[in-house]
């Protein structure tokens, strides 16, 4: 028995509402949930964000008070540093850097005693600041060497002028001795000069500072320059030059001769790897660098006396 249309359309549309309204409510249920647990978040971030203030003004509290209690001492230290005389600093470095080396730079200085290290030359007091730059630019021992020699007037005047600046009475043999072996040198007679320089510095070790032995000076006077005080450095810096130079050599036990300067094979070899221009200005170098700083002792310890 078919159905009368109007009846199935008013029920067509009974049902789609029926539906709408389910549909509705599953919407209202999504929404109600998905506003709850926004007001939920909400309130967390809430309460999150008032700890945090909290925090922060707990903290700044603190700190203000570790500040407030931190103040004295402040304007205790301001107060000393304001009356801190630090000018024995300035001095300290004027009197333990070397004259010719004051133009380096911390780079420079470290470049320079490598250079010594390797090379047994003592570049303390003279030669002055542009040689120097000369000698540590070389790449390699051979244009260190060239390098040397070609500016080997200029280092001759300074060490001339060195000398001249050794004034105490008991230095004057020293001087003497020093200026005879470095006119030596200028006159072309390398070795008489690298056997006088030599002796000279023996007699330092010997005489002006009274040491018996060569390996009691040779323990005395080795140390790294940079481990010493501010004030020690430029003498460090010569005495470890002169302990380098008295390297055990002993010509009857068949040593081979070293090739930088060394005061013992100088005194007891006469080959060619030692006697040479170059080891002969090294030990001008280091035989009038040695005499100044021993001068300059002299003049320290009368004045102390003095004083």
């Not at 003004?57 to 801190?84: C, F, G, K, T």
């Not at 380096?104 to 390797?118: H, K, N, Q, S």
């Not at 200026?179 to 010997?206: M, P, T, W």
């Amino acid at each position: 028995m078919s159905q009368d249309p109007e009846q199935v359309f008013s029920q067509s549309i009974a049902k789609a509402l029926a539906d709408a309204v389910k549909k509705q409510r599953v919407f209202d249920s999504v929404a109600e949930k998905l506003v709850a647990d926004a007001e939920a978040w909400r309130k967390q971030v809430a309460a999150i964000t008032n700890d945090v203030a909290t925090a922060a003004i707990a903290q700044a509290s603190v700190v203000n008070q570790i500040n407030e209690m931190l103040r004295p001492i402040q304007d205790a230290l301001d107060r000393a540093y304001a009356n801190l005389d630090l000018s024995w600093v300035a001095e300290a470095l004027e009197a333990g850097m070397p004259p010719n080396w004051r133009e380096f730079d911390g780079a420079d200085v470290d470049r320079i005693l490598a250079v010594m290290d390797e090379t047994g030359w003592c570049l303390v007091w003279s030669p002055r600041a542009d040689v120097i730059r000369v000698l540590i630019a070389a790449d390699d021992a051979d244009a260190r060497h060239e390098a040397l020699l070609g500016v080997k007037q200029q280092v001759v005047v300074d060490l001339v002028a060195c000398l001249d600046g050794v004034t105490h009475d008991d230095s004057k043999d020293y001087r003497r001795a020093g200026e005879q072996a470095v006119r030596a040198f200028a006159d072309g007679h390398v070795e008489a000069a690298q056997a006088l320089a030599a002796s000279v510095i023996s007699a330092i070790i010997n005489g002006g500072f009274r040491m018996p032995s060569f390996g009691d000076a040779r323990a005395r006077f080795s140390g790294d320059p940079k481990e010493a005080s501010i004030r020690a450095f430029r003498e460090q810096a010569v005495y470890n030059m002169v302990a380098n130079s008295l390297q055990r050599y002993f010509a009857d036990r068949g040593d081979p001769v070293p090739p930088n300067f060394s005061r013992h094979a100088t005194a007891h070899s006469v080959a060619a790897e030692q006697y040479n221009e170059v080891n002969s200005l090294a030990s001008l170098l280091l035989s009038v660098a040695f005499t100044k700083e021993a001068d300059v002792l002299m003049h320290d310890a009368e004045a102390r006396g003095a004083a």
